[in-house]
Each structure stands twice: as C-alpha cells, then as structure tokens.
C-alpha cells in the first residue's frame, strides 16, 4: 500500500504563490509517475501537472509557464510550485501516484488540499 500525506494550501490572494507538497510512504523511485490533480467546484477532476520516474514533466496548458512540478527522492517526495495563482486555480488539489509492476498500473490518491484564490 501507498499513502500519500498532502501539505500546503488554503487562502492567497490573486498573483500570489502557493507550495504544495506530497510526502510518500514508499521510495518513489519505485512509483511511475506522480503527479497533481484539481477538482474546481461544479467541475470534473482534471490533470494540473505530473512528473516520471525519468523526470518528465507535463502541464495542462492552463498553468504552463506559472506551475512547477518537481520531486526529491531523497525525501521521497513531490511538490507543486504555483505562482501567479489566479482565481480559476481555486479547487481541491489531489496529490496521484501511479506504479507500474508488470505491465499493469495501480493508482493512488492523497485526500486532497483546498486552494482558494481571491481576486
């Protein structure tokens, strides 16, 4: 089993910063990808960043240039810069990871972080 603890988040004003972080318990070198999802009230839950094993990262085209995904595994963990944080990035932020073993997927989630963004 994989958990995942969530820290950061909660109230900022428009154009400025937030750092979330997800610590696991397991080394992530052993974990596929990990990434941050957000789920905006009234919306579907939706890919806001994610990084590989290999250090690739991917962006929803909404947050390129202003979120910055980055892992230490030392510390076995990831975390999420977000600056310029605008009122559309207000939603529950779910920390994902996902281990491949033999070719099949086994997916976690942590409980989720609220960020709300005020104009």
């Known amino acids: 089993q994989v958990q995942l603890v969530e820290s950061g988040g909660g109230l900022v004003q428009a154009g400025a910063s937030q750092r979330l972080c997800c610590a696991a318990?397991?080394?992530?070198?052993?974990?596929?990808?990990m990434g941050w999802y957000r789920q905006a009230p009234g919306k579907q839950r939706e890919l806001a960043a994610t990084i590989t094993n290999g250090g690739r990262t991917n962006y929803a085209d909404s947050v390129k240039g202003r979120f910055t995904i980055s892992r230490d595994n030392a510390k076995n963990t990831v975390c999420l810069q977000m600056n310029s944080l605008q009122p559309e990035d207000t939603a529950v932020y779910y920390c994902?990871?996902?281990?491949?073993?033999?070719?099949?997927?086994?997916?976690?989630w942590g409980q989720g972080t609220q960020v709300t963004v005020s104009s």
């Open positions: 994902s990871a996902t281990r491949t073993t033999w070719g099949r997927n086994f997916d976690y």
């Open positions: 318990s397991v080394s992530i070198s052993s974990i596929t990808t």
